[in-house]
């Protein structure tokens, strides 16, 4: 059953002068990891504006866990289900102390005193933000801001939790683990998940890849089909990860291994096996 | 000419229950021509040192000297200051306020003496190596644009003044890989203009592709510094600070680990791939031979 579905999506943000969503269909399947590609402009953040009501619906059908989108959605129901932690987590702050902006959540959809306590402390913890409850947000460096974001968004445990590029100022060790994390959160309680990302290399942990080029979903599909495809990734102004350029350009030398990686871990296990 | 920081010491509100301690004795100095990198665990102080280095922030203690003259003088020249010094935020919102791009793109250059024909051909040109047309997104207004366009604007702004010293936080944070490409070839080309050039990134792959040097942040000091290649090869001491090493030089790692014979210093693909090319081939050979 999709948990996410969109039929002909279309949008504008100068009534129709400029289209940039053109024709937008895709599912998401619950339980779900997918990761969003696509150059800067290519309509990745409008596309997910859409999928919480921050945008209003102008063309075509959504529905986010059988919650259908448009002028008499509830959405405050939506979300609850659905948490998305944008670019600029300076945008997604609503309180100035962190313990309170992370609490805002779970606070307004009335879950009990003594248990908001309890989420948000989890939820910093989660980020490697505890001892930071009583600081305002804006004093944060530019990583903690978005550790802190991240965690208010955990602490609503939605089903559906999206990432648009949540991990661009995170530190290598912040980075690592928020991936290991969301692995686990699917893993464990099935929470589908939808990350847009400028690193293919974190497609690794996804299941689908959905590849975006000027307003247009170009290919979505299983993350080798996608990142193994050199020319479809130039042409829509992305490169295969690193490990695949290597091995790539290993063929073109007349060195070949048995399988295309994605990972450098799969990259020096066919180096090995071929050795 | 050169930034030279003295023994730099800060504490954000101090004698407070916030008190925050962000940098501790750091001595650092940055010579016309160069090219640096500055890495660091999330809080270690980078953000911190470089709006200490560009006059923003007054440290607790220290001094901060720019082409020989300490900025906390009486009487320095603190326009003179802005038009030598560019910064690019870690987040490019809290520089656009304008009502359209242009207008941001030119901010810098109010107090610059250059004729308005001049100033124009400047943000044009700012404009350009960014990858905009000016004449499409000149009139939009900076809040229109997406989270990489914010960025490209935002780095345009300081190009347009042309400053001596360009200092840029985390500049490729939500650049597409294209635009990050295009964008550390012109920070190759602004440097060999004479630009010099500071960047803190955690991305080890575009700190590879540009710096000559690298500075390692811990704690709020100066854990690490060196050739960026000697920085990158030291793995335990990368680790212990909390860097990445190049995705190239990691690979050549984890073969070296598996026996197979990569040189210590690899750091770019392009080393990489030379070294597997030879070990390949070597391979052949012996087995021809055999
Ligand atoms: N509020 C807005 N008003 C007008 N145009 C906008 C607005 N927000 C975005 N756009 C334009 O819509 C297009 C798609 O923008 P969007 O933010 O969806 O791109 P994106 O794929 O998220 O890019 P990035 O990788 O840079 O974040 C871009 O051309 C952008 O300039
Ligand atoms: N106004 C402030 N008040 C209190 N503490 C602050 C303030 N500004 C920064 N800090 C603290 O100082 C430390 C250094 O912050 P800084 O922004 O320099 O880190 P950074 O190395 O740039 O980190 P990041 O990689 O996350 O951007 C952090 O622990 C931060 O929380
Ligand atoms: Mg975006
Ligand atoms: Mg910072």
């Given at each position: 059953?999709?948990?996410?579905?969109?039929?002909?999506?279309?949008?504008?943000?100068?009534?129709?002068?400029?289209?940039?969503?053109?024709?937008?269909?895709?599912?998401?399947?619950?339980?779900?990891?997918?990761?969003?590609?696509?150059?800067?402009?290519?309509?990745?953040?409008?596309?997910?504006?859409?999928?919480?009501?921050?945008?209003?619906?102008?063309?075509?059908?959504?529905?986010?866990?059988?919650?259908?989108?448009?002028?008499?959605?509830?959405?405050?129901?939506?979300?609850?289900?659905?948490?998305?932690?944008?670019?600029?987590?300076?945008?997604?702050?609503?309180?100035?102390?962190?313990?309170?902006?992370?609490?805002?959540?779970?606070e307004n959809y009335q879950v009990p005193r003594d248990e908001i306590g309890e989420k948000t402390r989890q939820a910093l913890s989660r980020v490697g933000m505890n001892g930071y409850e009583k600081r305002l947000t804006h004093t944060?460096?530019?990583?903690?801001?978005?550790?802190?974001?991240?965690?208010?968004?955990?602490?609503?445990?939605?089903?559906?939790?999206?990432?648009?590029?949540?991990?661009?100022?995170?530190?290598?060790?912040?980075?690592?683990?928020?991936?290991?994390?969301?692995?686990?959160?699917?893993?464990?309680?099935?929470?589908?998940?939808?990350?847009?990302?400028?690193?293919?290399?974190?497609?690794?942990?996804?299941?689908?890849?959905?590849?975006?080029?000027?307003?247009?979903?170009?290919?979505?599909?299983?993350?080798?089909?996608?990142?193994?495809?050199?020319?479809?990734?130039?042409?829509?102004?992305?490169?295969?990860?690193?490990?695949?350029?290597?091995?790539?350009?290993?063929?073109?030398?007349?060195?070949?291994?048995?399988?295309?990686?994605?990972?450098?871990?799969?990259?020096?296990?066919?180096?090995?096996?071929?050795? | 000419?050169?930034?030279?920081?003295?023994?730099?010491?800060?504490?954000?509100?101090?004698?407070?229950?916030?008190?925050?301690?962000?940098?501790?004795?750091?001595?650092?100095?940055?010579?016309?021509?160069?090219?640096?990198?500055?890495?660091?665990?999330?809080?270690?102080?980078?953000s911190t040192l470089i709006q200490i280095m560009a006059g923003l922030i007054k440290p607790l203690n220290g001094n901060v000297i720019i082409d020989g003259i300490d900025i906390d003088e009486e009487g320095y020249d603190r326009t003179?200051?802005?038009?030598?010094?560019?910064?690019?935020?870690?987040?490019?919102?809290?520089?656009?306020?304008?009502?359209?791009?242009?207008?941001?793109?030119?901010?810098?250059?109010?107090?610059?003496?250059?004729?308005?024909?001049?100033?124009?051909?400047?943000?044009?040109?700012?404009?350009?190596?960014?990858?905009?047309?000016?004449?499409?997104?000149?009139?939009?207004?900076?809040?229109?644009?997406?989270?990489?366009?914010?960025?490209?604007?935002?780095?345009?702004?300081?190009?347009?003044?042309?400053?001596?010293?360009?200092?840029?936080?985390?500049?490729?944070?939500?650049?597409?890989?294209?635009?990050?490409?295009?964008?550390?070839?012109?920070?190759?080309?602004?440097?060999?203009?004479?630009?010099?050039?500071?960047?803190?990134?955690?991305?080890?792959?575009?700190?590879?592709?540009?710096?000559?040097?690298?500075?390692?942040?811990?704690?709020?000091?100066?854990?690490?510094?060196?050739?960026?290649?000697?920085?990158?090869?030291?793995?335990?001491?990368?680790?212990?600070?909390?860097?990445?090493?190049?995705?190239?030089?990691?690979?050549?790692?984890?073969?070296?680990?598996?026996?197979?014979?990569?040189?210590?210093?690899?750091?770019?693909?392009?080393?990489?791939?030379?070294?597997?090319?030879?070990?390949?081939?070597?391979?052949?050979?012996?087995?021809?031979?055999?």
């Amino acid at each position: 059953m999709s948990i996410i579905e969109c039929g002909n999506v279309g949008y504008s943000y100068d009534l129709g002068v400029t289209k940039v969503l053109w024709d937008i269909s895709l599912n998401i399947e619950k339980g779900d990891i997918v990761a969003v590609l696509g150059h800067n402009g290519s309509g990745k953040s409008t596309l997910i504006k859409h999928f919480n009501a921050l945008l209003k619906l102008q063309e075509g059908r959504i529905t986010v866990a059988d919650i259908e989108i448009n002028n008499e959605t509830n959405v405050w129901e939506l979300r609850r289900r659905i948490g998305v932690v944008f670019q600029n987590p300076d945008n997604q702050f609503v309180a100035s102390a962190v313990e309170d902006d992370v609490a805002f959540g779970p606070e307004n959809y009335q879950v009990p005193r003594d248990e908001i306590g309890e989420k948000t402390r989890q939820a910093l913890s989660r980020v490697g933000m505890n001892g930071y409850e009583k600081r305002l947000t804006h004093t944060l460096s530019g990583g903690q801001k978005q550790r802190v974001a991240l965690a208010g968004v955990l602490a609503m445990d939605p089903d559906i939790l999206v990432f648009d590029e949540a991990t661009s100022m995170l530190d290598p060790e912040g980075r690592r683990e928020l991936l290991d994390y969301i692995k686990e959160l699917n893993e464990e309680s099935n929470k589908t998940i939808v990350m847009v990302t400028h690193y293919v290399e974190e497609c690794y942990i996804a299941n689908k890849v959905m590849l975006m080029k000027e307003g247009r979903l170009l290919k979505a599909g299983e993350p080798r089909d996608i990142l193994g495809d050199e020319e479809l990734l130039l042409s829509s102004g992305l490169r295969p990860p690193i490990a695949t350029q290597i091995y790539l350009e290993l063929k073109k030398r007349g060195i070949e291994l048995d399988c295309c990686p994605l990972t450098e871990e799969e990259l020096v296990e066919s180096i090995c096996r071929l050795s | 000419m050169s930034i030279e920081l003295k023994n730099i010491t800060h504490i954000y509100e101090p004698g407070t229950p916030f008190e925050a301690a962000a940098l501790n004795n750091v001595s650092l100095e940055i010579r016309e021509g160069e090219k640096i990198g500055l890495m660091g665990r999330t809080g270690c102080g980078k953000s911190t040192l470089i709006q200490i280095m560009a006059g923003l922030i007054k440290p607790l203690n220290g001094n901060v000297i720019i082409d020989g003259i300490d900025i906390d003088e009486e009487g320095y020249d603190r326009t003179g200051l802005r038009q030598k010094l560019g910064i690019v935020f870690q987040y490019p919102e809290v520089q656009l306020f304008e009502t359209t791009a242009y207008k941001d793109v030119a901010f810098g250059l109010k107090y610059s003496d250059l004729t308005p024909e001049e100033k124009d051909e400047n943000i044009r040109w700012a404009f350009e190596i960014t990858g905009f047309d000016p004449d499409k997104v000149g009139s939009k207004s900076p809040l229109e644009l997406s989270g990489g366009e914010k960025r490209r604007l935002a780095i345009a702004g300081v190009l347009a003044v042309r400053p001596k010293y360009l200092i840029l936080d985390e500049p490729i944070a939500g650049l597409d890989p294209v635009a990050r490409e295009k964008f550390l070839k012109l920070l190759r080309d602004l440097n060999e203009e004479g630009m010099t050039i500071i960047m803190i990134s955690h991305n080890a792959d575009a700190i590879a592709g540009f710096a000559d040097r690298t500075i390692v942040m811990s704690n709020g000091r100066i854990e690490i510094e060196g050739d960026t290649k000697t920085v990158f090869m030291d793995r335990p001491k990368a680790d212990e600070a909390g860097i990445s090493v190049s995705t190239a030089g990691r690979i050549a790692g984890m073969l070296r680990d598996r026996g197979i014979d990569v040189s210590e210093d690899v750091m770019s693909e392009s080393e990489l791939l030379k070294e597997l090319c030879v070990h390949f081939n070597n391979d052949n050979r012996s087995e021809d031979q055999t």
